[in-house]
């Protein structure tokens, strides 16, 4: 990802954050933004006032937005701390990371990345932490940036196998096992497609014995809404629909890469949601695997009912200590919040305090949103148990807590929370640690970091 | 009004007569000593219904002795974290049929006893100046309920200035039910004038006051209508006195669209008459300010608000105009449906220069967003100040008003950028939709301690809630006479 080096290697263009100092003739102040060509071979980047890891991220970032089509980089990060080091050589990864596989000619740009250090060896474990995470995300940024024609139902079970390499167990649940299981919600979402839909459990045994922390995810790998179409305009965003299976993904491969003492457990509920002559339909009532049953007013709400299906297997299967849900449930949550924030529901205030630390800490920031009496009211049905949602139609309908309240149902009483991460999934602006419309891996580093904060310690659980 | 009179336990010569019974107790006091003269009756009609005095649970005996014409028995499940407003409010609808009422809360504190007296005449508001055919019997009879407490004289004094607020709440609630060709902005100053009764001092400002004070952002939006546009300032110096300042007051200002077309950005026909209360937080500040200056709060307020209507109109603002606020900040109109903030701009803009506050606090109707976020068991708050945020969210628990915060920050901010002007009114998209309508406000205000209600899914309720009649609501009457009473009083 990144070499860390002592000195700089001769084609390398130097980026060198300048965090103060008088200014420079050409108005360079080293203002977080501002970019100085100083020479051909070197590049000083505005890094004032970065204070946090996360900031450093940020100067990493900007030092390779600034790097044009230098192939060879290396960041400048002697004399600054460790953590800051690390930062500066992570915000640099995310920032320079690319998917193009599918294109004939590579676009120019930073490709071999190199991170100048006094010490190479005293940062080498930090550096190997960071870098367990970052393989976490790119894993999520790719399964994210992968096209629903090439990362099917079928495709991303597959590749999710491939984390056996790494000390993951994998098993899977296809269309047999899900009718034995008694899956409606997720049968019903999946059985519109050719390519049938599949439960895939990640299980990470850690270090100690002990009830394990679950991740379930939201995988439609691809959402035209179903018989509940959405329009065309924009549509083709939908193939980031899988992107909370995948930061899912994403964070089991950061624990086994750091060998976490954590045991955990991953549920992805992963199918596509099409139209056709076997698809579900608006008033279909679904028998869940919990038993419930569920009125379907909008088979473009589907997101919730692969999760509760899989929600109820986390539950009853692993009794785990705390369940986290990550999706890219509603767009009433971009309204509520907009791309900076992703939701956070929860039913345990100590659970919800601590996700919404972890997010904060790695500046993947949450804001936490009610699920009120009124919202579990509103999914009281005539026909069923309850109805997956609002009726669209009615105006301005507080969706993501309706979701919320819904989930709420199949999780019984253990320590749940759950993150609406639509609107975050993609960059909305060049400014961040991703460059403007490529995926993010939002939540990765978020579940690593509440892992490694809150679960690890075998006295604690 | 419903009037509440409070008076010693007795049992009542005639009428209605509410008994109050806790959670698994048994008859005691004025309810034991009605059983006694039923000969026992009452508790083999309790034990009859299965009565455990669980909340909600409720018995009606018809003339049980020949001086009750009906006898209702009411649950107040556990005594301890009983709510006596809402226990009011869910008593009036089983009575207001009945010309004569007595409920008996004996067993109860002079402040719970007086709470019940304010949820029932909160919940027995009602709004029919316009049902001119409506017949008799459909009206509720009962014009007043008297309470039995053992200490009638503290429960009158503990209901006072329940009583001021309650007014307060009226005089909101009919602001924002009145129709919008009845109350447009020089009609709703009228209104406030007569608040002068109370004390208040009140000041209207024209369109051409307006003017001169630079009010180019909320004139924008006025200028589509014919009906003209009016600020008012209300003063209660309830600490001061009007003479020399001690202390800065505190400001509440109000969002005051007395109808909301969206303008030439026009809305969609369904659903646009409930536009008519996009005034409401304009009626707020006013029941606000009769409330406060009804209870003769010891604390110098000063309640401002903006009246416009937002019509198209051959002169109505266009999308693109770009606009001068009172601050010299330059806005350009996206969207002429986003008024709103338009108005609290320079309104705020006045309020800072004007009264030097202490802190502000704006209630707006602001976005459908905040519905999307929040639905309508919460208003949306959004503040630069942590010690004012905690004191609304605390004195929204105590009052069902509640709030939920939301967060503000310089990425939502970059969303308002402008390429002509300093700043645009919407955010582009419908992302964040009410915290970039926060932010809007937020440059504005100076950097002093604020806070901003959207309360756009709290103003109007399409049902009936214990002390809440479906309608207008009032929301943040209760609340913000909470918050000044426990911390800015005296």
Redesign the interface.
């Known amino acids: 990802m990144i070499k860390l080096r002592r000195g700089l290697s001769k084609d390398a263009v130097l980026l060198r954050p300048i965090a103060e100092g008088a200014p420079h003739p050409s108005g360079f102040a080293g203002r977080q933004g501002q970019v100085l060509e100083l020479s051909p071979g070197e590049r000083w980047i505005g890094a004032d006032h970065a204070a946090t890891a996360t900031e450093w991220e940020g100067v990493g970032a900007a030092c390779i937005a600034a790097a044009g089509r230098a192939p060879r980089v290396a960041l400048d990060a002697r004399e600054l701390p460790a953590h800051f080091a690390v930062g500066l050589g992570v915000g640099a990864v995310l920032r320079a990371w690319r998917f193009e596989i599918l294109k004939a000619r590579r676009a120019p740009g930073p490709r071999r990345l190199e991170l100048l250090v006094d010490d190479p060896a005293a940062l080498a474990d930090a550096w190997a932490r960071a870098e367990a995470r970052l393989s976490g995300v790119l894993l999520a940024r790719e399964l994210v940036a992968e096209p629903a024609n090439r990362l099917t139902p079928k495709e991303f079970a597959r590749r999710l196998r491939g984390l056996e390499s790494d000390g993951i167990e994998v098993e899977e649940f296809g269309r047999p096992a899900l009718r034995r299981l008694g899956a409606g919600g997720i049968l019903a979402v999946g059985g519109g497609s050719a390519v049938p839909p599949r439960i895939v459990v990640l299980r990470w045994k850690g270090g100690f014995r002990a009830p394990p922390v679950a991740f379930v995810g939201k995988g439609l790998c691809f959402d035209t809404g179903g018989i509940s179409i959405k329009g065309a305009a924009g549509m083709e965003a939908m193939r980031a629909d899988m992107a909370g299976a995948a930061a899912c993904a994403g964070a089991m491969l950061a624990l086994a890469r750091r060998k976490s003492p954590c045991p955990a457990v991953a549920i992805l509920a992963i199918a596509e949601n099409m139209t056709s002559g076997s698809a579900y339909r608006p008033g279909d009532v679904l028998r869940m695997m919990s038993g419930r049953t569920v009125e379907v007013v909008d088979t473009d709400a589907e997101g919730r009912l692969v999760l509760a299906d899989a929600l109820h297997l986390a539950v009853t299967r692993f009794r785990p200590q705390a369940v986290l849900d990550l999706a890219t449930l509603t767009g009433s949550v971009i309204t509520a919040l907009g791309h900076h924030r992703a939701g956070l529901f929860h039913n345990d205030a100590a659970l919800g305090a601590a996700v919404a630390a972890a997010g904060e800490a790695v500046g993947e920031r949450l804001w936490p949103l009610p699920i009120g009496g009124r919202h579990r009211e509103e999914l009281n049905s005539d026909i069923a148990d309850l109805r997956q949602c609002v009726p669209d139609g009615t105006r301005f309908v507080s969706d993501a807590s309706n979701a919320a309240a819904f989930l709420r149902e199949f999780v019984g009483t253990l320590p749940w929370a759950h993150l609406d991460i639509a609107g975050m999934d993609t960059a909305e602006t060049d400014d961040l640690l991703a460059a403007k419309g490529t995926p993010t891996g939002f939540g990765v580093r978020l579940l690593d970091a509440l892992v490694e904060r809150h679960f690890e310690d075998p006295h604690r659980v | 009004m419903l009037d509440i009179a409070f008076s010693k336990p007795a049992l009542p010569k005639a009428g209605a007569l509410v008994l109050l019974i806790a959670e698994g107790a048994a008859p005691e006091g004025l309810a034991a000593q009605l059983d006694t003269e039923m000969e026992g009756g009452l508790t083999r009609a309790l034990e009859a219904a299965s009565f455990k005095g669980r909340k909600g649970q409720s018995v009606t005996l018809w003339a049980p002795v020949v001086t009750v014409t009906k006898l209702l028995v009411v649950g107040m499940g556990p005594l301890a974290g009983l709510d006596a407003e809402k226990l009011g409010g869910g008593i009036y609808p089983q009575v207001s049929g009945e010309t004569q009422c007595t409920v008996a809360a004996d067993g109860l504190s002079a402040a719970q006893a007086a709470a019940i007296g304010m949820g029932a005449a909160l919940r027995a508001y009602r709004f029919d100046r316009y049902r001119t055919t409506e017949k008799a019997e459909d009206k509720p009879k009962l014009d007043k309920i008297t309470v039995l407490a053992a200490d009638p004289s503290g429960a009158k004094a503990a209901h006072a200035p329940m009583k001021a607020v309650a007014q307060g709440v009226f005089l909101t609630r009919d602001l924002v039910s009145e129709p919008p060709n009845v109350l447009f902005p020089a009609e709703f100053a009228d209104r406030c004038k007569e608040l002068t009764k109370l004390g208040l001092e009140v000041e209207v400002l024209g369109p051409k006051e307006m003017r001169k004070l630079g009010f180019g952002a909320l004139l924008g939006v006025a200028q589509g209508s014919i009906n003209e546009a009016r600020m008012v300032v209300m003063r209660w110096n309830g600490l001061s006195g009007g003479k020399k300042k001690a202390e800065k007051p505190v400001c509440f200002i109000g969002k005051g669209v007395t109808f909301d077309t969206g303008g030439i950005s026009i809305k969609p026909a369904?659903?646009m008459e409930d536009m008519k209360w996009d005034m409401a937080g304009a009626g707020t500040v006013t029941g606000l300010m009769a409330a406060l200056a009804g209870r003769k709060a010891k604390c110098d307020v000063v309640g401002l608000i903006g009246l416009v209507e937002n019509m198209p109109g051959d002169n109505a603002q266009r999308p693109g105009d770009v606009v001068t606020s009172a601050s010299g900040q330059t806005i350009e109109v996206i969207n002429t449906d986003a008024e709103g903030r338009l108005v609290l701009a320079d309104v705020i803009h006045y309020a800072i220069e004007k009264y030097d506050p202490k802190l502000m606090v704006d209630l707006a109707t602001l976005t459908?967003?905040i519905?999307?976020?929040?639905?309508?068991?919460?208003a949306g708050l959004f503040s630069n100040d942590e010690e004012l945020a905690a004191r609304i969210l605390a004195a929204g628990l105590a009052t069902g008003e509640a709030a939920?915060r939301?967060?503000l920050?310089e990425?939502?901010d970059k969303?308002i950028k402008s390429d002509i002007a300093d700043m645009k009114n919407v955010?582009g998209g419908?992302?964040?939709?009410?915290?970039?309508a926060a932010q809007f406000i937020q440059r504005f205000v100076q950097g002093r301690p604020w806070a901003h209600l959207d309360i756009a899914?709290t103003a109007w309720s399409s049902k009936d809630a214990p002390i809440i009649p479906k309608g207008a609501t009032a929301y943040g009457v209760r609340m913000l006479d909470r918050l000044v009473a426990d911390h800015y009083e005296g």
């Open positions: 369904g659903g459908g967003a519905i999307v976020a929040l639905g309508h068991e919460h939920w939301m967060p920050g990425a939502y969303q955010g419908r992302a964040g939709g009410s915290i970039t899914g």
